[in-house]
């Protein structure tokens, strides 16, 4: 049995290679040099990282090649398939799109016309992996902001149907444009806590007035001044609950503080694929008294 001290080490090593796996997925990554870069021998590096994250290295790097893939078939409607699966490591799109509707069950063209995003969802659970040591908080007095709004409500894998439906209306009115504009996410729940189409989840871009009625579902709110605790998250949006989580877990119950009726939002100060996975950078606010 490793010693605590040994084990915080081993974690932050295989921590240290998932990020350079996603900041590097353009480039070759074997396992020995994988291995060269952990510090552990290449005869059991492929076995340890099985054992940390669940899944074998090859298929988890192809697994992100393939989310990449993923976003720009579903939101960027203009790139061609073949360019996209060139930029996803495939030497032809025919072994692209085996490999594609292996994993998802869609061909390439099936999941842009109509993703299965809960299938999809599924295939990017790996191990969980531990928090680690204190975080840093900052405590920020944060000025009223009217906000336009699409409310997501159901399974939290579907979002992302929702965040098309708001992008579409942001393009079409410019309303709220993306780059002049904020753009939050607004969480009601923790969604392991309640059933999948009892989620709720706000999808929002700042606007200078109010929003007229219209035929996209898109409504007027308001995130209020107030002082929040803020974390700012680097990566994968699928490891900002681990923040989260954090603040609520860790953080609150030392810091002597009190939540505030109002809930958790998230700053989205980048998007993929705009920027790579890894360059995601992404603001979580607690609202506090």
Not at 179 to 187: C, E, L, N, R
Not at 193 to 211: K, M, N, Q, T, Y
Request: net charge negative; charged share 25%.
């Amino acid at each position: 049995m490793q010693a605590n001290g040994e084990l915080d080490n081993y974690i932050r090593v295989m921590d240290r290679v998932c990020d350079y796996i996603y900041a590097n997925l353009d480039e070759e990554l074997t396992v020995d040099h994988l291995s060269d870069f952990a510090g552990f021998s290449k005869f059991h590096f492929h076995r340890q990282f099985s054992d940390y994250l669940g899944i074998g290295i090859a298929k988890y790097i192809q697994l992100l090649r393939l989310k990449r893939a993923s976003y720009r078939l579903y939101f960027d409607r203009e790139a061609k398939i073949i360019d996209i699966a060139l930029d996803a490591k495939f030497d032809y799109p025919e072994s692209f799109a085996r490999a594609f509707k292996k994993a998802f069950d869609q061909s390439p063209t099936e999941f842009r016309s109509q993703p299965k995003w809960l299938e999809w969802n599924e295939k990017y659970h790996f191990g969980v992996k531990k928090m680690g040591k204190d975080q840093k908080v900052e405590l920020v007095n944060f000025a009223e902001t009217r906000i336009a709004v699409f409310e997501h409500r159901g399974a939290p894998e579907l979002v992302n149907e929702s965040a098309a439906k708001f992008i579409a209306w942001r393009k079409q009115t410019g309303l709220s444009p993306v780059s002049k504009s904020q753009t939050f996410g607004m969480i009601y729940e923790d969604p392991k806590s309640v059933p999948a189409e009892d989620f709720r989840f706000d999808i929002c871009g700042s606007v200078l007035h109010e929003v007229p009625d219209n035929s996209h579902g898109v409504l007027n709110k308001v995130i209020p001044q107030g002082r929040c605790a803020v974390i700012r998250h680097h990566g994968s949006h699928d490891a900002l609950d681990a923040k989260v989580h954090y603040l609520y877990g860790q953080w609150l119950p030392k810091s002597g503080e009190s939540l505030r009726d109002f809930p958790c939002f998230f700053h989205y100060q980048n998007f993929f694929p705009e920027v790579a996975e890894h360059e995601l950078i992404t603001d979580i606010y607690l609202p506090l008294n």
